[in-house]
């Protein structure tokens, strides 16, 4: 799923904010959605409704991400598939032009939403490549002046808020917070993505503050370093002029790839192009 390629249109009418995240059977383009956490706000911030369902599947669950999100085969037994969820049953109600479909790494959960034929109407706020737009690569921050190793909502949990503001944040929805649980990632993306409402704008209304984000969701962003490769930490503009031909290859083996209709890294991809022309 490629958010570069939308163009948005406005609609007139009260706007929902639907933050969500998905667990799945695995990272392959057939696996199964099986468990939805969403919680849905109107622009001031008032709780609407909120969602929390296990989901049964027609396959096994890869062991690597029962590794990540801690969901046993055993978990699903007696539970309704995906399409008969609660979410999924109230999906169309939601995907309206003035609504915003919020998550972190938004591109997978929506690859997940279209194998069982959803197609989005509302606006997109990719909380991840917002990061990469709003926060520099070892900025420090919080409490204890952390430089920012990377990008994952769980490092900005870890670094951004402390105990007991997650626990009070949790406390609304009667749960406790765990690590990769579908409901507890969105209370932290929630919590995090008001931290990007800060950044992105101080002087403007929320609603201009939410279109910005859109804007940065579509938006690539100029890597600076190699993050893999022989020349990872070093820099890409430094590389050009060491080795031309290395950064060549890597950007039209890239452009083969994404000929071919597989997925690459945009940011990377961009950043690339713009280096090799500078």
Not at 234 to 243: A, W
Request: include cysteine; charge should be negative.
């Amino acid at each position: 799923m490629n958010l570069f390629d939308f163009d948005f249109s406005k609609e007139k009418g009260e706007s929902k904010l639907i933050f969500f995240d998905t667990e799945t059977t695995g990272n392959g383009k057939d696996d199964e959605i099986i468990q939805i956490g969403a919680i849905v706000e109107d622009l001031n911030g008032n709780l609407i409704e909120y969602f929390d369902e296990l989901c049964s599947s027609n396959k096994l669950i890869a062991p690597e991400a029962m590794a990540t999100h801690g969901i046993r085969n055993e978990d699903l037994l007696g539970k309704k598939p995906f399409t008969q969820s609660t979410f999924w049953q109230k999906i169309d109600t939601f995907n309206r032009k003035q609504n915003y479909f919020i998550a972190h790494n938004l591109p997978f959960d929506l690859e997940r939403l279209q194998f069982y034929g959803f197609r989005p109407k509302a606006k997109l706020i990719d909380t991840l490549q917002c990061a990469k737009h709003l926060f520099k690569e070892d900025e420090i921050l919080g409490e204890y002046n952390y430089p920012l190793p990377n990008y994952k909502l769980q490092t900005f949990r870890y670094i951004l808020f402390n105990k007991a503001k997650e626990e009070a944040e949790a406390k609304k929805f009667g749960i406790t917070l765990q690590a990769h649980s579908a409901l507890s990632d969105v209370i932290i993306l929630k919590m995090f993505f008001n931290e990007l409402l800060k950044r992105v704008c101080q002087e403007c209304t929320k609603k201009e503050a939410l279109e910005k984000l859109v804007e940065l969701s579509t938006k690539p962003v100029l890597v600076e370093k190699f993050k893999f490769g022989k020349y990872k930490g070093q820099k890409i503009q430094d590389i050009v002029t060491l080795d031309r031909g290395y950064v060549e290859w890597l950007y039209n083996d890239m452009l083969k790839r994404q000929k071919n209709g597989e997925s690459v890294d945009e940011n990377i991809f961009l950043s690339l192009k713009f280096y090799l022309e500078a």
